[in-house]
Every structure is written in C-alpha cells, then in structure tokens.
C-alpha cells in the first residue's frame, strides 16, 4: 500500500478540527461516572456544567475549549506500507496550517524567544510529529492529540535516586498533584513516566496521560501502582477546578520502562477533563475516524 | 450565598459586599486580556484607549474569525469560541490591574495567589471562577466582540466584548481575604499523609 501526502494531509487538518470539537466516548463516560459518584454538591455542579459544555459543543458544532492546544501527531505505520517519511511530515504540517486557516482556528504556537505568533498553529518542530511501526500490513493510523497549555503547565521530572525507592515516585506524584490544585483543570488524568532516560522518562508521562481511559498499564507493576496512585490522588479532596470534591482525577496512569542502575527518575504529566483526542485509519478500504 | 446580577461597571459598593461561594452573572461589557496583554501594558508602557474602571476582565485568548465591520460585528471579529485560562500565571498583574486601571474583578480558572488576595482587599476586588474547559458554553454568553485594542498581539488583544446574562461565576476569592482556593488547598495538604500512608508511604 502506498501512503500519498495527499491524504495525510487532508488527515491531519481533518483530525484537528475534530479533536477540537468532540470529545472520545471513554472521556464522556468518564465525567458520567464523576458525576454519579460526587459527594459534594458544589463539586456536582461543577461537572454538570462540564456535561452541559460538552452537549453544546455538539450541538452548535463548536471547540469544546478555546485553547487549541500544542498539535501531537502519532502515526503508526504498518510494515508493508510504502512512503516518504520527509513528504510524511509535510504533508502534516500543511494539514495542521490549513485547519487553522480554513476553520479558522486560533493558532496557540509561538517562537519560545520571540513570542511571535505567525497564526499558523506550526513552528519550528512543530507540530510536534511521533512515528512508530507495527506489524498490521496495510495500515497507517494516525493519532491527533491538541495539547492544552493549562495541563501541559503541569509538566515535572524528578531524577530520583535507587536510594529513595518507589516511595520517593510516590510522594513525589501526589505532591505534584496538590501543587497543580486546580490549576490543571481537573478531574485529569495523571500521567506517570517512570525509568527511561530523563527524556524517555517525561515522554512516558505524556503517552500514558494521553491513553484512553479504562486502558491499563502493560508493565504488571506499573498497573498495581496506577491503582494505588489512583485512590490516593482523589483521597486529596481538590475536586474539580480545584474547588473541593471527590472528582480530583479520572485515573492515574502510569507507562516503565527500563532504566540505569544508577537511575530512578519519575516524571509527571497531566491531561486536562477536556481530554481531546481523534485518529484516523487508512487502509486499502479507505479512512476511518475514531478515537 | 446569596446570587447578584450585576451591570458593569460595578460601585466598590457592591464588590465589598460579595463573600465567598456567591454567585454573580454579569451583563454590560467585559474585557479580555492574557499574558502578553499585561506584559506589553505593564512591563512594555503601552497605553489602552479603554476605561476599565469598574469593570470586569477575564483571562482568555478567544479563537475569532476576522469579517467585515458592520452593525452585527463593529470590531470586524467574529467569535468563533471563547474560554477561560489559567489565572496563576498573571498574578503578578492583578495589583496594577486594581491600581491603575481600577478593574473591579477578575475572571479566570484555577484560582490566584496571595498577593492578589491581599490586593483584593486593599483595593476592593474579587476573583470570580468560571468553569475552566467549557468554552463552548461560555462563548453562548458572549453577544458582540464590541471593540478591540492592541490589536497587533492577537490573540492576546486587549478585547472588549458584550455579555448577557454571562455565567453564573462563583466567588472564589473576596475582598474580606477569604480564598476558596486556599481552603481548599489547606484541607488537601492536611490530608496528604493519610494519602501517602494508604500506599505504605510514612512521613
């Protein structure tokens, strides 16, 4: 199967708009399940107008949030799929440009010196591109993530020492919890990047705030901590946008990987309760949109 | 707690009069501001033509479509979607914002600081919460972006829209240094051992 530039250009600005006014099913029935389980009035209220926005946004076809967010692209491409990767990344960009343009879309990408913003959403590295491969023959899903900043403001690493254990990863998840507060725009989810280099580490974090809710971690160990983690976040009481209550966090999410002998770094990374996602997946058949 | 629906601009009157958990919606005109909006107004020395006295701003950064100037649209903007972003990240406007341009109160998500707080009660001020995330809905409360000022740092424009009816919006932070934020903080720390202990973690 060859991948033209073509439709992944169309893909990408597609996905964007998208990601941007729909909310994935697991996100919805998430607040759903907040909501019912809510022992503070005020904190129901709170998720009630969450609920509400998200109806609205459906009905009047408009953002659910107005930060549109830093563009993620994840493409996954199958083994038997022909392409050019430097066409591949082009073609995502332009897609991204033209979303912006075409919806229009206010663009939330700035030079990090400058702060000049040249409304195109794109800049130098970005959107920010990941590609990986798997075995599905003729396939290529890609996966469109707009990154609020409010979230993405809760961004932390913590190069631990072997000495300080599990325990230090621990205290260090739940106090950066309380320091985002409401700041975060919870309930979120908390994504944990454990082992790694520093920089693999706080990737971690980011795939594992960004996975789908219900999903668990592959690493055994990983998993029982994303339960532990997950009861004592909500024990905290912040509750949503940090006004009290018991919805503080959908889950915890937690992604390993090996590390250093001398190495024990923990990273944090949050995702907001508007917690946007689209893909599309392109097969000999044609594309198809989900989550 | 009582409810006020209030016309801006709103007497030093009325905002003292506001305590914690009250909830206000707000009609007249309400001012968009952000980030680079401050810095280039109180780090940078530039000069707005508009009179905040009295009024409300709120920390956003709309998306809008540029059109034609006419009745409907008199800034030539359309709204496309307006929300609310994080206020911690301009605390350190709120004194001058009270001080020199005599805004009344602010409207954001996720709470400010101390020395907010502090100016909150010195110079008559209130932070009103809005749902963070829920844009869409917030952008039903908008009439008309009326006009607009440092036009050049769009997004970050100084924006002045019309509102109706916009909220309800909770008083989170008053002008008696009561602070939803701070209490709410307060509790969670206190219960952070407790949390720490139900995964084997002793302090």
């Given at each position: 199967?060859?991948?033209?530039?073509?439709?992944?250009?169309?893909?990408?600005?597609?996905?964007?708009?998208?990601?941007?006014?729909?909310?994935?099913?697991?996100?919805?029935?998430?607040?759903?399940?907040l909501r019912a389980e809510e022992g503070h009035a005020g904190a129901r209220r709170v998720l009630d107008t969450m609920i509400h926005n998200i109806e609205v946004?459906?009905?009047?076809?408009?953002?659910?949030?107005?930060?549109?967010?830093?563009?993620?692209?994840?493409?996954?491409?199958?083994?038997?799929?022909?392409?050019?990767?430097?066409?591949?990344?082009?073609?995502?960009?332009?897609?991204?440009?033209?979303?912006?343009?075409?919806?229009?879309?206010?663009?939330?990408?700035?030079?990090?010196?400058?702060?000049?913003?040249?409304?195109?959403?794109?800049?130098?590295?970005?959107?920010?591109?990941?590609?990986?491969?798997?075995?599905?023959?003729?396939?290529?899903?890609?996966?469109?993530?707009?990154?609020?900043?409010?979230?993405?403001?809760?961004?932390?690493?913590?190069?631990?020492?072997?000495?300080?254990?599990?325990?230090?990863?621990?205290?260090?998840?739940?106090?950066?919890?309380?320091?985002?507060?409401?700041?975060?725009?919870?309930?979120?989810?908390?994504?944990?990047?454990?082992?790694?280099?520093?920089?693999?580490?706080?990737?971690?974090?980011?795939?594992?705030?960004?996975?789908?809710?219900?999903?668990?971690?592959?690493?055994?160990?990983?998993?029982?901590?994303?339960?532990?983690?997950?009861?004592?976040?909500?024990?905290?009481?912040?509750?949503?946008?940090?006004?009290?209550?018991?919805?503080?966090?959908?889950?915890?999410?937690?992604?390993?990987?090996?590390?250093?002998?001398?190495?024990?770094?923990?990273?944090?990374?949050?995702?907001?309760?508007?917690?946007?996602?689209?893909?599309?997946?392109?097969?000999?058949?044609?594309?198809?949109?989900?989550? | 707690?009582?409810?006020?629906?209030?016309?801006?601009?709103?007497?030093?009157?009325?905002?003292?009069?506001?305590?914690?958990?009250?909830?206000?919606?707000?009609?007249?005109?309400?001012?968009?501001?952000?980030?680079?909006?401050?810095?280039?107004?109180?780090?940078?020395?530039?000069?707005?033509?508009?009179?905040?006295?009295?009024?409300?701003?709120?920390?956003?950064?709309?998306?809008?479509?540029?059109?034609?100037?006419?009745?409907?649209?008199?800034?030539?903007?359309?709204?496309?979607?307006?929300?609310?972003?994080?206020?911690?990240?301009?605390?350190?406007?709120?004194?001058?914002?009270?001080?020199?341009?005599?805004?009344?109160?602010?409207?954001?998500?996720?709470?400010?600081?101390?020395?907010?707080?502090?100016?909150?009660?010195?110079?008559?001020?209130?932070?009103?919460?809005?749902?963070?995330?829920?844009?869409?809905?917030?952008?039903?409360?908008?009439?008309?972006?009326?006009?607009?000022?440092?036009?050049?740092?769009?997004?970050?424009?100084?924006?002045?829209?019309?509102?109706?009816?916009?909220?309800?919006?909770?008083?989170?932070?008053?002008?008696?240094?009561?602070?939803?934020?701070?209490?709410?903080?307060?509790?969670?720390?206190?219960?952070?051992?407790?949390?720490?202990?139900?995964?084997?973690?002793?302090?």
């Amino acid at each position: 199967m060859n991948l033209y530039p073509a439709a992944v250009e169309e893909m990408a600005r597609a996905l964007y708009i998208r990601a941007l006014k729909q909310l994935p099913d697991d996100v919805k029935q998430g607040i759903e399940r907040l909501r019912a389980e809510e022992g503070h009035a005020g904190a129901r209220r709170v998720l009630d107008t969450m609920i509400h926005n998200i109806e609205v946004a459906e009905d009047t076809r408009n953002l659910l949030c107005q930060d549109t967010g830093l563009p993620i692209y994840n493409v996954l491409i199958g083994r038997d799929v022909v392409f050019d990767g430097v066409d591949i990344k082009d073609a995502i960009t332009t897609g991204c440009r033209r979303a912006t343009h075409e919806h229009p879309l206010r663009s939330s990408v700035v030079h990090p010196l400058t702060r000049l913003n040249d409304h195109t959403s794109t800049g130098r590295r970005v959107p920010v591109i990941h590609f990986d491969f798997d075995d599905a023959p003729e396939r290529v899903r890609i996966e469109m993530i707009p990154k609020g900043s409010g979230s993405e403001n809760g961004s932390w690493l913590r190069m631990c020492l072997p000495a300080e254990g599990v325990d230090a990863i621990k205290t260090f998840v739940i106090d950066r919890v309380l320091e985002a507060g409401g700041k975060v725009c919870p309930p979120t989810i908390v994504g944990v990047g454990i082992g790694g280099t520093s920089d693999l580490c706080m990737h971690l974090a980011k795939v594992a705030a960004t996975r789908p809710l219900g999903s668990t971690c592959a690493d055994e160990e990983g998993a029982r901590l994303e339960q532990a983690l997950g009861a004592a976040v909500n024990a905290l009481g912040i509750g949503p946008q940090g006004l009290g209550g018991d919805a503080t966090a959908f889950a915890v999410h937690v992604e390993t990987a090996a590390t250093h002998i001398t190495l024990n770094p923990v990273a944090v990374n949050i995702q907001c309760h508007s917690a946007r996602r689209a893909s599309a997946t392109l097969t000999p058949d044609g594309i198809a949109f989900g989550f | 707690m009582a409810h006020f629906e209030l016309n801006t601009p709103v007497p030093e009157a009325q905002i003292r009069a506001l305590r914690l958990c009250d909830t206000i919606s707000l009609s007249g005109s309400l001012f968009g501001i952000r980030d680079a909006t401050q810095i280039h107004l109180f780090d940078r020395g530039r000069e707005t033509r508009f009179d905040l006295a009295g009024h409300a701003v709120i920390h956003t950064a709309p998306n809008v479509r540029r059109v034609p100037r006419c009745p409907e649209y008199p800034a030539g903007y359309a709204p496309v979607c307006i929300g609310t972003t994080t206020s911690a990240r301009m605390e350190r406007f709120t004194r001058p914002l009270l001080g020199q341009y005599g805004v009344r109160m602010i409207i954001g998500k996720g709470g400010l600081l101390r020395d907010s707080l502090q100016a909150f009660a010195e110079l008559g001020g209130v932070y009103l919460a809005i749902v963070g995330g829920t844009a869409a809905l917030e952008t039903t409360w908008i009439e008309a972006i009326e006009d607009v000022d440092l036009d050049d740092l769009n997004p970050e424009s100084l924006w002045r829209f019309r509102v109706r009816d916009f909220g309800p919006l909770m008083v989170a932070m008053d002008s008696h240094g009561g602070s939803l934020y701070d209490q709410v903080r307060d509790d969670a720390a206190a219960r952070r051992e407790a949390a720490l202990a139900t995964m084997g973690v002793h302090t």
